[in-house]
Structures are given as structure tokens and as C-alpha cells.
């Protein structure tokens, strides 16, 4: 393969500006989705859209809204190729809806951030409980198998974890609100 500068400042730029917004596009798809199989595939679909256009991309633009316009160009492509197998929004509910997603997108984002630093706060066993039910999706059943506990143990320590995290969440997000 050959060196070509400006191809890799280009890819650099692209993959800095995309890492930055990645979780405001895909909080953004999945506001909109509600799938997580749909988004993952959106979000893909998305990102490849997003490199093969980058020279079209203006640096004084805001890359989040430029990532969304096309995300939003996909979720709507998405629609229509699904329209006949699921129960679909209108245009004009679903035009209301992409309006205010946009305008909760920081909101969001800070909520993200929130629940991300109170995980963190959590033990190394109830952090891998919290990782194996919502990000991989295993059943409680499977993560009591795992880690040699009861399912009723782990219901228990997941109703522990739940009030945790919600009193964390309380307290951040009463701060940020202080803070505006």
C-alpha cells in the first residue's frame, strides 16, 4: 500500500472528529430506533456513509449535526424498508420526534456521562453484573450460573445495584442542573 499524507491526516481527522460524537450519533439512532440490533446496524451503515463522504464534510460545520442529518437520512431509509413488518410512526410524529431528540441530545449525553462515572463507583463484581445484564443482554439466570451464585441472589444484588445507581444519578444530575 502507499504512503499518501493527506489521505492519512484525512483519516485521522475523520476517526478524532467520529470518536468524539460516536455516542451522540448512537444515542441518537437509538432514541429513534428503540432497537439495539437496528441501531448497531444503522450506526454501522452510518460510519461507512460518514468516511466515504468526509472530503464533502466542512471544518467550520459542527460534525454531530453533520452525523446526524445522515443518520437520520438512514433511520428514515430504515422505515420505509420496514414499513410493511412493523408498526411505523407518521411522517409528521416522526418528524416532531426527531426535532426534540435533537434538542435532548446534550441533555443525553451529560445523563450518558452520569450513569458512566456512577458504574465506575460500583464494586468490580457488581460492575460485571451490571456489564453482563445490559451490555451483553445474559439473563439473570445465565449471570447466576456464571459468577456460582442463586438467581434470587443476583435479582437481590441487581435491586441493590438499581438503588445505587439511581441515588448517584439523583445527586449528578441535581449538580449539573445547580450548575447551568
Request: glycine share 4%; with cysteine; net charge neutral.
Amino acid at each position: 500500500m502507499v504512503h499518501i499524507p493527506g489521505e492519512n491526516q484525512k483519516a485521522e481527522s475523520f476517526f478524532s472528529l467520529f470518536m468524539q460524537n460516536q455516542r451522540k450519533i448512537y444515542a441518537y439512532i437509538l432514541m429513534l430506533v428503540h432497537n439495539r440490533t437496528d441501531a448497531d446496524d444503522i450506526m454501522q451503515e452510518t460510519a461507512a456513509i460518514l468516511w466515504s463522504k468526509f472530503d464533502q464534510f466542512r471544518p467550520d460545520a459542527t460534525f454531530s449535526t453533520w452525523a446526524i442529518g445522515i443518520a437520520r437520512n438512514k433511520i428514515m431509509h430504515f422505515r420505509q424498508e420496514y414499513r410493511r413488518s412493523r408498526i411505523q410512526f407518521t411522517e409528521e410524529i416522526f418528524d416532531q420526534i426527531t426535532t426534540k431528540a435533537s434538542l435532548f441530545q446534550d441533555e443525553k449525553e451529560d445523563y450518558l456521562d452520569a450513569i458512566d462515572i456512577c458504574v465506575a463507583k460500583l464494586s468490580d463484581d457488581d460492575q460485571q453484573i451490571v456489564k453482563l445484564r445490559y451490555n451483553q443482554g445474559i439473563t439473570i439466570k445465565s449471570i447466576a450460573g456464571h459468577m456460582g451464585r442463586s438467581s434470587q441472589g443476583i435479582y437481590k444484588t441487581m435491586a441493590r445495584i438499581h438503588s445505587v445507581l439511581q441515588e448517584c444519578l439523583q445527586r449528578s444530575i441535581t449538580s449539573v442542573g445547580g450548575n447551568k
